[in-house]
């Protein structure tokens, strides 16, 4: 069963049909297989059903020999011989048609796994793509493990259900008809005795799905719950450790885990409780057909072998119907999980670039805010309103404030990882809206408090700034980060792997490569988000030099914590609560005695720093 999102509340399928239409629609490309699929299942399922009427022969033939015995027995006559000969004709052809049988049924399966995973393919590219394609504010909405739950974990139970479930349903339905079929050629009698049992059962069987639904959704909620509690406080692990909340994340644990153990135990036991109520209404079924037909071959209505062959059938009959009911309570499953990955594929995309989108050949990188306004929903009250801001080619601008004052919002906008709501936003003044996204963030390099790096070479990550760059480039990006002398001490160099969350280097040593890699990104428009936060104070003062060098000739926005990095900076905005209530130089500002004067002496007079200061 596929783990869920981090308690998102979407766990059952809202609008199953509309869940099992879309995803019927994946199957349009591969209709032809699907067809051929159809026609193997129903070969192979048609010659196991013929099986039993042939084995009805030989047990016709065999009785008839044994009681012409007993009779020459009895009148004392010459004993005649059974006909072994026939007997072995027919069992001989009947394992040709189980060979034939089991042929088909391994084409068909192999078709099947193709069907699925071409399926499943499709669907992974889709929402991957899908993600690609979202704004930012969908990925703040919510945890890595719940976005991640539903990519992986619900298209695998998609998956699953599509290659094990789904042949198993073409098959119990061919298997259906087709015992129908022998049954009534049989005798319709005893076939009407077999199908007074289907009501019980589906009546039985519908009552314990519709149960089992809402169970189901509460594992998979539970699930989700899980998978998101422990992908946080496993990336946050030495955090957890440091402030000493394993107790806490324990007990947390422990709480999800009880209560998905109850959730899936009702889950469990409900779906389990189908198959012995489908047995037991199957099993009166069986016992009237079997004293029926014994009256009847008795009174030479039926042949023997013809009444085994029922009973074989009434076997074969009751066994897709009850697989089929289990298989509705997967069903049901599998469309919680598409119904979760269709919510991603409908999500609200980016505003797509227009036709006449335009590039910026030679960025200068001039910057304006203009009666911005902004909020992130429609609804919320706005974070931003008539925000004006100029900045000039090749400027420095530093931005200070409290937490949520929105400074690394506002560099965000300028990115347009946001829409704003009024106003505009120019770069060498154009509208940001009328510039194509790619080329657009391609002016900009980032440097952010929290680093990122992939599982690669220190090489690789560093040339991620920019494709195509060569080693002598690489290298002089790092020996201007002031990280070249740690590369070359590490055992490989340049060729060292970084791990999954790169544990072999340290922090400060993850923030030169970060660092080292915006500066090979050589971008028209630099922002600096506590880029020196994790290093230590002398390195820091390399890392100054380096980016005074790397900010020449650029424009540069630096969101700074400590104010002594940003004393050089032209201009400095001083945000509070999404509005700049003051801009200047860090001359003047100290000079105008206000919220700038008492951050900056806050950090400097000796006193206590402010609690709200960033």
Same mark, same amino acid.
């Given at each position: 069963?596929?783990?869920?999102?981090?308690?998102? @509340?979407?766990?059952?399928?809202?609008?199953?049909?509309?869940? =099992?239409?879309?995803?019927?629609?994946?199957?349009?490309?591969?209709?032809?297989?699907?067809?051929?699929?159809?026609?193997?299942?129903?070969?192979? &399922?048609?010659?196991?059903?013929?099986?039993?009427?042939?084995?009805?022969?030989?047990?016709? *033939?065999?009785?008839?020999?044994?009681?012409?015995?007993?009779?020459?027995?009895?009148?004392?006559?010459?004993? @005649?011989?059974?006909?072994?000969?026939?007997?072995?004709?027919?069992?001989?052809?009947?394992?040709?048609?189980?060979?034939?049988?089991?042929? %088909?049924?391994?084409? #068909?399966?192999?078709?099947?796994?193709?069907?699925?995973?071409?399926?499943?393919?499709?669907?992974?590219?889709? &929402?991957?793509?899908?993600? &690609?394609?979202?704004?930012?504010?969908?990925?703040?909405?919510?945890?890595?493990?719940?976005?991640?739950?539903?990519?992986?974990?619900?298209?695998?139970?998609?998956?699953?259900?599509?290659?094990? !479930?789904?042949?198993?349903?073409?098959?119990?339905?061919?298997?259906?008809?087709?015992?129908?079929?022998?049954?009534?050629?049989?005798?319709?009698?005893?076939?009407?005795?077999?199908?007074?049992?289907? @009501?019980?059962?589906?009546?039985?069987?519908?009552?314990?799905?519709?149960?089992?639904?809402?169970?189901?959704?509460? #594992?998979?909620?539970?699930?989700?719950? %899980?998978?998101?509690?422990?992908?946080?406080?496993?990336?946050?692990?030495?955090?957890?450790?440091?402030?000493?909340?394993?107790?806490? !994340?324990?007990?947390?644990?422990?709480?999800?885990?009880?209560?998905?153990?109850?959730?899936?135990?009702?889950?469990?036991?409900?779906?389990?409780?189908?198959?012995?109520?489908?047995?037991?209404?199957?099993?009166?079924?069986?016992?009237?057909?079997?004293?029926?037909?014994?009256?009847?071959?008795?009174?030479?209505?039926?042949?023997?072998?013809?009444?085994?062959?029922?009973?074989?059938?009434?076997?074969?009959?009751?066994?897709?119907?009850?697989?089929?009911?289990?298989?509705?309570?997967?069903?049901?499953?599998?469309?919680?999980?598409?119904?979760?990955?269709?919510?991603?594929?409908?999500?609200?995309?980016?505003?797509?670039?227009?036709?006449?989108?335009?590039?910026?050949?030679?960025?200068?990188?001039?910057?304006?805010?203009?009666?911005?306004?902004?909020?992130?929903?429609?609804?919320?009250?706005?974070?931003?309103?008539?925000?004006?801001?100029?900045?000039?080619?090749?400027?420095?601008?530093?931005?200070?404030?409290?937490?949520?004052?929105?400074?690394? &919002?506002?560099?965000?906008?300028?990115?347009?990882?946001?829409?704003?709501?009024?106003?505009?936003?120019?770069?060498?003044?154009?509208?940001?809206?009328? =510039?194509?996204?790619? @080329?657009?963030?391609?002016?900009?390099?980032?440097?952010?408090?929290?680093?990122?790096?992939?599982?690669?070479?220190?090489?690789?990550?560093?040339?991620?700034?920019?494709?195509?760059?060569?080693?002598?480039?690489?290298?002089?990006?790092?020996?201007?980060?002031?990280?070249?002398?740690?590369?070359?001490?590490?055992?490989?160099?340049?060729?060292?792997?970084?791990?999954?969350?790169?544990?072999?280097?340290?922090?400060?040593?993850?923030?030169?490569?970060?660092?080292?890699?915006?500066?090979?990104?050589?971008?028209?428009?630099?922002?600096?988000?506590?880029?020196?936060? !994790?290093?230590?104070?002398?390195?820091?003062?390399?890392?100054?030099?380096?980016?005074?060098?790397?900010?020449?000739?650029?424009?540069?926005?630096?969101?700074?914590?400590?104010?002594?990095?940003?004393?050089?900076?032209?201009?400095?905005?001083?945000?509070? *609560?999404?509005?700049?209530?003051?801009?200047?130089?860090?001359?003047? %500002?100290?000079? %105008?005695?206000?919220?700038?004067?008492?951050?900056?002496?806050?950090?400097?007079?000796?006193?206590?720093?402010?609690?709200?200061?960033?």
């Amino acid at each position: 069963m596929g783990m869920h999102g981090g308690g998102m @509340p979407v766990e059952k399928a809202k609008d199953s049909g509309r869940a =099992l239409g879309r995803l019927v629609a994946y199957f349009g490309p591969r209709r032809s297989r699907i067809i051929l699929v159809g026609i193997l299942a129903a070969l192979s &399922t048609a010659f196991n059903i013929i099986g039993p009427k042939i084995m009805g022969l030989v047990t016709t *033939k065999l009785f008839d020999g044994l009681m012409s015995k007993y009779v020459a027995v009895a009148t004392k006559r010459a004993l @005649p011989s059974v006909d072994f000969a026939y007997i072995g004709k027919v069992i001989a052809g009947l394992v040709a048609l189980y060979v034939v049988s089991a042929i %088909l049924g391994y084409i #068909q399966q192999y078709q099947m796994s193709g069907v699925s995973q071409g399926l499943v393919y499709d669907l992974r590219r889709d &929402t991957n793509e899908k993600l &690609t394609k979202l704004p930012l504010r969908y990925f703040d909405g919510r945890t890595h493990g719940e976005i991640m739950s539903r990519v992986t974990n619900d298209i695998d139970n998609i998956a699953t259900t599509l290659q094990q !479930s789904l042949t198993q349903l073409i098959t119990s339905a061919c298997t259906i008809v087709g015992v129908v079929v022998m049954m009534l050629t049989i005798s319709p009698l005893l076939t009407l005795i077999a199908f007074v049992t289907l @009501p019980v059962a589906f009546l039985a069987t519908s009552r314990i799905t519709k149960s089992s639904q809402g169970n189901f959704a509460a #594992q998979q909620k539970e699930l989700g719950a %899980l998978n998101g509690h422990i992908e946080e406080m496993y990336s946050g692990f030495k955090i957890v450790k440091a402030f000493g909340r394993e107790g806490a !994340s324990v007990r947390e644990f422990e709480g999800i885990n009880a209560r998905l153990g109850e959730a899936a135990w009702k889950a469990q036991f409900v779906s389990g409780v189908i198959m012995p109520v489908m047995s037991f209404i199957n099993n009166l079924g069986y016992v009237v057909i079997c004293v029926l037909g014994g009256v009847m071959a008795a009174r030479k209505a039926l042949k023997l072998g013809d009444i085994q062959a029922f009973i074989q059938y009434s076997r074969q009959f009751t066994q897709p119907i009850a697989q089929t009911a289990n298989i509705a309570n997967v069903v049901q499953s599998t469309l919680a999980s598409a119904e979760r990955v269709f919510e991603i594929l409908d999500e609200v995309e980016e505003i797509p670039d227009s036709d006449d989108s335009r590039v910026i050949a030679s960025p200068t990188g001039a910057v304006s805010f203009d009666g911005v306004k902004f909020g992130y929903t429609a609804e919320s009250a706005p974070l931003m309103e008539n925000v004006n801001i100029r900045v000039a080619s090749g400027q420095t601008v530093a931005i200070v404030g409290p937490t949520g004052a929105g400074k690394t &919002t506002l560099v965000n906008l300028l990115m347009r990882f946001y829409e704003i709501q009024g106003g505009a936003i120019l770069i060498d003044g154009r509208d940001i809206r009328s =510039l194509s996204r790619g @080329p657009m963030r391609r002016m900009f390099g980032m440097v952010l408090q929290d680093t990122w790096l992939f599982k690669g070479t220190i090489r690789d990550n560093i040339a991620y700034g920019r494709a195509g760059a060569t080693e002598e480039e690489i290298v002089r990006a790092a020996r201007a980060a002031h990280t070249d002398h740690f590369i070359r001490a590490l055992p490989e160099g340049y060729d060292t792997i970084l791990d999954e969350e790169a544990s072999n280097i340290s922090q400060g040593e993850k923030q030169l490569l970060t660092i080292a890699r915006a500066i090979l990104a050589d971008p028209a428009i630099l922002i600096l988000d506590e880029a020196t936060s !994790s290093v230590d104070t002398r390195t820091e003062v390399y890392i100054q030099k380096a980016m005074k060098d790397l900010m020449k000739g650029r424009t540069s926005f630096v969101i700074a914590h400590r104010l002594s990095t940003i004393r050089d900076a032209e201009t400095i905005l001083v945000m509070n *609560k999404g509005s700049i209530i003051e801009m200047g130089n860090h001359r003047d %500002l100290l000079a %105008l005695g206000g919220f700038y004067a008492e951050l900056y002496n806050s950090q400097f007079a000796g006193a206590c720093v402010d609690e709200q200061a960033v």
